[in-house]
C-alpha cells in the first residue's frame, strides 16, 4: 500500500509536471496536458535508469526504484526529458538500485512534449480506435484510452517490457490491450484511426499504411540515422482512400528502430585534408528544413555533434570516412575522404533556397513509392521497404 507521504510527494510531482508541460514548445492541448498528468507514470516505470554525465545520447546510467530512491525516482519519471527503463535489452529485475551501468537505451518512454504534440498532432478525439508501435511501458497508450473513452492498443516487440507494460496498465486500472509483435512486420487486426510509432522509421511501412481507416490519420518520426534533424511524418487517409501527408522538420522526434541505429562514426582522419576558404556558414540549427533536407539527400551523411577538437566549427562525417569541418562564420573548411562534403552541402543548401527553404515537404504516395517535395528541384524518393 502507497503511504500518505508518498502519495503527496506524487501528487505534488504530478501537478509540477503538468505546469512545466503546459511550458513545452508546441503544446497548447490543455486536456492533453491533463490527461497526461492524470496518468500515474511513477507506476508504470517503478524502475529507470537515469542519465550520468553531460554527453548526450548517454552511455553512464544509475539504476532508480521508485521504493529505494522516491524522489529521485519522481524527478526523472516526472521530467521532460525522455525515460530510459531498458539497457541493452537486459532485465532490470536482477539489477541493483543505485548502482551505476553502461548501456544503451533498448526501451524509453519518449519526453513529455514530443508525447503531448503527438496526440495534437492526430486530433485524436472521443471513440477513436487508437494503435500505439512501441509503446514500451504504455504510457501513451494508456493517455489514449483516457482521451477516446474506449479500450486502446500498444504493440511492443520486447516481450519482457510488454509483459511487466500489462500488468502495471491493469493494476492502474488503464483499459489497454498489449500485443507482442514487431510493429514493422504487421499489425494486429483491424483498421485504426489514429496510428502513432514511438520509434523513427526509415519510410512508412506499407502494413501501416493499409490498416489506416478512412479518415484515419498517422504520425511518426522518419530519420535517416542522423540523430539531431528530426522529420514527423503526418499521413491521412480521406474517405475515399486516397493517402496524403506531410514531412515536417521537427524539434522533437522519436529514435530509429532497434534494427535501424545510427550511422555510424568514422575514425578521426589521421592527414591534414583539403582546405578551402570563403564557404557557406553553416546553417543555424534553427534552419531545420534545410538539415532534414541534407539528411535525407545525402545518404549517409551526418552531423557529428561535439566532435573532439573541432568546438568552433561545424563537423559532418560520412561511413566512407569523408569529412568536413567549417568554421561557425564560413571563412574557412576542411574536407577529408573522398567526398567534398562541404561542397555537397553548399550544393544542397541553393536547391534549398531556390525552394523556397522549405521546413515542411508534401508526401506523395504513388503505389510503393513514397516522396517528400519541397518545391522545384528539391524532393527526394523515402527508400523502398
Sequence with gaps: MTSPA???????ARTAFAAALAQEPGVHDSAIVA???????????????????????????????????????????????????????????????????????????????????TVQDVHLGPGDRFLELGACTGYLTAVAAD???????GVEIDRELARDAAMRLAAIGADVRVVVRDGLRGLPDGEWDVIAASFAVRRIPTAWLQRLAPGGRLRTTVTTGAP?????????????????????ADLWGHVPDRAGGWIPLPNTPADSGRSRSSVLAPPEPAERGYWVALAHTLPGVRRHWNAPGFDDEAVLVAPDGSRAAVTRDGSHA????????????????????????????????TGAVQRAVGGPGLSWQLPMD
Design 228 to 248: 539531431g534533424w528530426h522529420a514527423t511524418a503526418l499521413v491521412h487517409r480521406d474517405e475515399a482512400g486516397v493517402l496524403s501527408g506531410r514531412l515536417a
Design 147 to 153: 482521451l477516446t473513452g474506449r479500450q486502446a492498443t
Design 35 to 117: 490527461a497526461m498528468a492524470r496518468m500515474p507514470r511513477h507506476q508504470l516505470m517503478p524502475r529507470l535508469f537515469a542519465p550520468l554525465g553531460n554527453d548526450r545520447p548517454a552511455r553512464q546510467w544509475r539504476l532508480l526504484d521508485v521504493a529505494d530512491d522516491p524522489e529521485q525516482h519522481l524527478a526523472v519519471c516526472y521530467g521532460m526529458d525522455q525515460v530510459v527503463v531498458q539497457l541493452d535489452g537486459r532485465p532490470t529485475g536482477p539489477l541493483t538500485p543505485g548502482t551505476e551501468y553502461a548501456g544503451v537505451p533498448t526501451g524509453q518512454s519518449s519526453g513529455a512534449g514530443l508525447l503531448a504534440v
Design 334 to 365: 576542411v574536407e577529408w575522404g573522398p567526398r567534398n562534403l562541404w561542397l555537397e552541402a553548399e550544393e544542397l543548401h541553393a536547391r534549398w533556397t531556390a525552394a523556397g527553404r522549405p521546413a515542411e515537404y508534401r508526401l506523395e504516395f
Design 6 to 12: 508518498a502519495s503527496t510527494a506524487s501528487a505534488a
